[in-house]
């Protein structure tokens, strides 16, 4: 074969190779009918990051909500896994929110799930809006993320076992723990670890059902993570007896809606969502439905009235975030 | 030893997992669509006597054959949007979405392997063939299209689809980006009513089913292949 | 880029990043290679296996093949880890998510292990099958036993045939060790991973373990080539794999 043909030829497949590289966007597209007849979102910014939320979701009719598989009672799934919970609703308030001021009604909402892994990623990438789930507002995170002010308080401490005979941290000292990945707990607990010398074997897990197994099936003594998700955890077990929360807060974990930095006009719009349903005290009808009622999907009732954290939030709207290292220093 | 198996939780989940199955089952299509198009043009470029379009492509194959398919699936999953923003400066083709930024990493991932396999199909064309093309007066263009590469994926088929099973079975590697295919959907419902046992099996016997079916085809498809040639 | 996030203290453990990403690559040999231990060994048997004459031989051989060849190497690494402990007697169970050392990292070895077993057992499996009946009969004829046959005759040049394939296999199981991740090994990957959540360098350091990885590939693809040069037997041309 001539040189020159073979040349001509495989730059053409190349320049189509390329071609398909940059624009794997609008071949899904068009695959997606109902989505086709949004308006076509343009090249037209200049601006790499997303910076106006708010026109995003003008332009491409949708806005995106991250999800958590097992965050109860925030962020899970019910019995037809679909994702429900206290901040499913909030976020769906916000949806609303953005709606109405959009003048849009029909804007479509769309649940993305996320893990403790994926969720700061996704958001700064753009693939969710916001998130609300069970997401502590750090100042680590703040380098990467904003949040809108706090929806609920609360901090590290550990299941366990009754049986296993541990009253308390100092008990763990070259025991099996495990943690979920991403999560301000894990820093809590490693900090305690390297400061106190307990020689503790950690091992990760994906999310908090898996890390709650572990201890279930024997594999770790104690999970470490927010008081509330484990007291929800030991609800929804098996046999919720066999297990007990001890512990002083390891850290105070102040929870959450997060959102994209940098993004002033859509943060404006869910703070004043969260300050209405905190001025209004709705959040109280809220904080009754998911904390003090039977929730799906096994009807359990957390029992878990509002804590004076939560109460001071409420009154005071803030958006402070918390350290790395819980109460150790770092 | 199967004390308290509960078949229940399988049945009452089956709708989600039939839609993590579909799940699944579009990724592998895709992938291997696109997998096996990108592989070709990579094959393509590979043997071309250019060397700016043999050496990246070569480049290109061979680092993504030496690394894991899961560190993969965690540079695309988290960078893609990053670079398409780049790339394209629209800012909203970073909204893919979880199934295409996953769809864009199996399709690049599987093109690797896919392009070593039609480049040896290719190469497995006897010159003469090529030679008897140009002979009659084809182009470039002409002899690829209409004599080499139908050839080449008459040989190919088999080994395509075999890797192609393997790409089914890959794409429960998406559980480490907490995607809801088939294995996430099994997962899931294994860990919020604590039935692993059950889900785990059931999912394993799942699989089982659909690739040794799959094989079987492959073999018999194969066996038929073989009659016309010896 | 800026790769000074690598000598910077990390967030616990006393050293810094770099020693992460030396302790997941760590991991991440000793999973390969004690896995591979097991494939080659376990594989081989097995590849003898269903060659063998006998059906009784073969078809257990052959069930195992097909089993672990269909079933993704994410649930085979599952059931180790979840269902195998429930299964089995309770004491045991409890023995192997308790007593056992190192239970994730020991699931890791047996689950790529077996898995790969399959594998390298269809490379065996081919390679004895592409030596010429004759080799066979003509040993036979001449007073080997069977076992003597594979021994002296079928195994030396089968083995020749089959290292580049089995040099693939060995980088497959490698790069499988990943999965290991799924159970909580802290190997490359995940320490990859580990890092990017801490520094939020993302990009820098999933380049890093990409290279090594990268360079490791090559260095094993080099070594084979140069073995399987040295033991080329004259008048043979490579293997043909698959």
Known sequence: ?330 | MFTGFDFDVIQKSLPYLWQGMQFSLGLTLLAMLGGIVIGTLLALMRLSSFKLLSYPAGAYVNLVRSIPLILVIFWFYFLIPVLIKKLTGNPYASGIGPFYSALIAFTMFEAAYYCEIIRAGIQSVPRGQVSAAYALGLTYRQATTLVILPQAFRNMIPILLTTSIILFQDTSLVYVVGLTDFMGAAGKIARRDGRLVEMYLFAALVYFIICYSGSYFVKTLQARYNVGRN | ?242
Not at chain 1, 5 to 32: H, N
Not at chain 1, 187 to 212: C, G, Q, T, V, W
Not at chain 3, 207 to 218: F, M, Q, S, W
Request: glycine share 8%; with cysteine.
């Open chain 3, 1 to 242: 880029m800026d790769f000074s996030f690598l000598n910077q203290p990390a967030f616990s453990g006393g050293g810094v990043y770099l020693d992460w990403v030396i302790s997941g690559l760590k991991w991440t040999l000793l999973v390969s290679i004690l896995g591979w231990i097991i494939a080659f060994s376990v594989g081989s048997l097995l590849g003898i296996l269903r060659t063998a004459p006998v059906a009784w031989l073969r078809v257990p051989a052959t069930i195992y093949v097909e089993l672990f060849r269909n079933v993704p190497l994410l649930v085979q690494m599952f059931i180790w880890y979840f269902v195998v402990p429930e299964i089995v007697p309770k004491a045991v169970g409890d023995w192997l998510k308790t007593q056992m050392p190192m239970p994730e990292f020991s699931n890791a070895v047996l689950c790529l292990g077996f898995y790969t077993a399959s594998r390298v057992a269809e490379q065996v499996r081919s390679g004895i099958q592409s030596m010429p009946r004759g080799q066979t009969s003509a040993a036979l004829a001449m007073g080997l036993t069977l076992p003597q046959t594979y021994r002296h005759v079928l195994l030396p040049m089968a083995y020749r045939i089959v290292i580049p394939p089995m040099t693939t296999e060995f980088l497959t199981i490698f790069k499988n060790s990943s999965v290991a991740l799924t159970i909580g090994v802290l190997e490359l990957t995940a320490q990859a991973r580990q890092i990017s959540e801490y520094t939020f360098r993302t990009f820098e350091i999933f380049t890093v373990a990409t290279i090594i990885y990268a360079l490791i590939t090559l260095t094993v693809t080099f070594s084979m080539r140069w073995l399987e040069n040295k033991t080329r037997v004259p008048g043979y041309v490579g293997g043909s794999s698959k």
């Open chain 1, 1 to 330: 074969m001539t040189k020159k043909r073979s040349l001509l030829l495989a730059l053409i497949f190349a320049s189509g190779l390329v071609a398909c590289g940059e624009k794997p966007a609008p071949a899904p597209k068009a695959a997606e009918p109902a989505k086709s007849a949004a308006p076509a979102p343009e090249a037209k910014a200049e601006a790499p990051a997303i910076t106006d939320t708010l026109k995003k979701i003008a332009d491409t009719g949708v806005i995106k909500i991250g999800h958590r598989d097992a965050s109860i009672p925030f962020s899970y799934l019910d019995g037809d896994q679909k994702p429900v919970g206290y901040g499913v609703d909030i976020c769906l308030k916000i949806a609303d929110a953005v709606k109405a001021k959009l003048n849009k009604p029909d804007i479509k909402v769309e649940f993305v799930p996320v893990t403790s892994q994926t969720r700061i990623p996704i958001l700064t990438g753009g693939n969710i809006d916001v998130e609300c789930g069970s997401t502590t507002n750090s100042v680590k995170r703040q380098e990467q993320v904003s949040f809108a002010p706090t929806y609920f308080v609360t901090g590290t401490k550990i299941i366990v076992k009754k049986s296993s005979g541990i009253k308390g941290y100092d008990d763990l000292k070259g025991k099996t723990v495990v943690f979920t990945t991403g999560t301000t707990n894990e820093r809590a607990m490693k900090a305690y670890n390297d400061e106190k010398k307990l020689d503790i074997n950690f091992i990760p897990s994906k999310d908090h059902a898996e890390s709650f197994l572990a201890v279930e099936t024997g594999r770790a003594v104690a999970f470490p993570m927010d008081d509330i998700l484990l007291y929800s955890l030991k609800a929804s077990a098996k046999n919720p007896d066999d297990y007990v929360v001890i512990g002083d807060f390891l850290s105070d974990d102040p929870y959450a809606p997060m959102i994209r930095k940098g993004d002033p006009e859509f943060k404006k719009l869910v703070d004043g969502v969260l300050g209405d349903l905190y001025k209004s005290g709705e959040i109280n009808k809220l904080y009754a439905k998911w904390f003090e009622s039977k929730i799906p999907p096994k009807g359990i009732n957390l029992n878990f009235p509002m804590s004076a954290g939560l109460k001071e939030a409420i009154k005071n709207p803030n958006d402070t975030g918390v350290g790395d290292c819980g109460k150790m220093k770092c």
